[in-house]
Each structure stands twice: as structure tokens, then as C-alpha cells.
């Protein structure tokens, strides 16, 4: 079964608001990565953190971890016309000394002007 | 630096024919990933290679789905013969080993259509 859900399945906001998405995973991590899919494109990675760190900032995105709850949210401050997208979560799974990525089935962000 | 490269970008094609994915990984990264998006089922991992082998093809749907990775440099999906169900974004993405971020890289998709 697929791990990182994301909560909500869609959001609608104004543009320069605050979008924050939820993401619930199931196993064991080793990082938690967040990427970003543009209508039409591949994912594109935003930022990741591991499973010993509780939050990490990059620009306007901010994430947090919470390994006993298994759950991350991604936080998108001043929210822009730009920012509007898919989002995954994927769990990295400690797999064979390497790890596999199980991704989500995404948020839709939509910004509006 | 060129990203993954993958071909065709678009593919219609009629139930029982033969398809052919292809990818090309970042030069110099180790593992090389085949995912499958669909709406009902999301973004599903098919099978991924390390140094060119195989290691995990659980994610394989059925006997009719194969890949390949004959060198670093190449890789191919084949789905034969395909059924409309098959019809999905299908991705590459590549990353390299021994790094400490473990992020993908990943191609633009190749969608397929099989009617």
C-alpha cells in the first residue's frame, strides 16, 4: 500500500497567503522528502529532512517531522501565483542498505491571483 | 547538465501492440528508477536498478511489463503486449549513490495511451 498520504487532497488559497500540507507514512524512514509537479511535468525535489531532524527551512518553504506520529507537514509562506502545483510526500524506506521512495497521492495547490 | 531524458514524450498506440519506454539517467548517477502515475493509483514504483542490475521489481505489474538497463548510460520499459489499462504517465528518475541527500531526479514522463 502506498505510503505518505497527503492531507488535504486539494487546497485553494489567495496569493500571499500561508498553504501548509499534511503527510501521514506508515514504516520506518530514513528521510522524508517533499517534491513539487507541475501540470504536465516531472517531480521536482523541494527540500528533504531526516529522521533525526524535527524541522528544516529552505526560502519559503518550511518542514517539520514528527517521527512518533509519523506525519510531516509542508508549510508554503507568501504563497505565489508561481507555487501553484502538485505536491508528494515520499517516504524513504530503508531498503537493502539502499532506500526506496513510496510517494503519495499529492496535494493540488491551487494559488489564486 | 542535461537532466533524464526520456522518449517519446507522447505514445498512442491500440491494444496489443508492443511499446517501448526509453530513458536516459543523469551521467554519472548509480540508481535508475521506473514509477508509473495514474489518478486512480498515483505514482507507483515499477523497478529500480543499481550499477545497471536490477535490485527490486516487485512493483512490476505483471509478466508483461520487462525493463532493461544494458549500460549506465541506457534504459527501456517494454510493455507487450499492452492493454488499456497500461495507459499512464510513465517515469524515469535517476539519483546518484553515496550522497546525503538520496533526492530524485526525474524525467518529463512518457504518456502513454493504448486504446
Known amino acids: 500500500s502506498q505510503q505518505g498520504e497527503e492531507d488535504p487532497q486539494a487546497l485553494s488559497i489567495q496569493e500571499g497567503e500561508n498553504a501548509t500540507m499534511n503527510c501521514s507514512y506508515k514504516?520506518?524512514?530514513?528521510?522524508l522528502q517533499w517534491y513539487r509537479q507541475n501540470s504536465g511535468r516531472g517531480l521536482v525535489h523541494l527540500i528533504l529532512i531526516r529522521s533525526n531532524e524535527r524541522e528544516k527551512h529552505s526560502g519559503r518553504l518550511r518542514v517539520t517531522l514528527d517521527t512518533s506520529k509519523k506525519s510531516s507537514s509542508l508549510l508554503i509562506t507568501a504563497s505565489r501565483a508561481a507555487d501553484t502545483a502538485s505536491y508528494f510526500c515520499?517516504?524513504?524506506?530503508?531498503?537493502?542498505?539502499?532506500?526506496?521512495?513510496?510517494f503519495g497521492q499529492g496535494t493540488r495547490l491551487t494559488i489564486n491571483p | 547538465d542535461a537532466g533524464v531524458i526520456q522518449s517519446p514524450r507522447h505514445e498512442v498506440t491500440e491494444m496489443g501492440q508492443e511499446v517501448t519506454l526509453r530513458c536516459k539517467p543523469i551521467?554519472?548517477?548509480?540508481?535508475l528508477f521506473w514509477y508509473r502515475q495514474t489518478m486512480m493509483r498515483g505514482l507507483e514504483l515499477l523497478i529500480y536498478?543499481?550499477?545497471?542490475?536490477?535490485?527490486?521489481d516487485s512493483g512490476m505489474p505483471e509478466d508483461r511489463f520487462s525493463a532493461k538497463m544494458p549500460n549506465a548510460s541506457f534504459s527501456t520499459l517494454k510493455i507487450q503486449p499492452s492493454e488499456p489499462r497500461d495507459s499512464a504517465v510513465y517515469f524515469c528518475?535517476?539519483?546518484?549513490?553515496?550522497?546525503?541527500?538520496?533526492?530524485?531526479?526525474f524525467g518529463e514522463g512518457s504518456r502513454l495511451t493504448v486504446l
Open positions: 536498478f543499481n550499477n545497471n542490475v536490477p535490485i527490486d
Open positions: 514504516t520506518s524512514i530514513n528521510n
Open positions: 515520499a517516504a524513504a524506506n530503508p531498503w537493502r542498505g539502499a532506500q526506496k521512495l513510496v
Open positions: 551521467s554519472g548517477h548509480d540508481y
Open positions: 528518475a535517476s539519483r546518484k549513490a553515496g550522497t546525503n541527500t538520496g533526492e530524485l531526479f
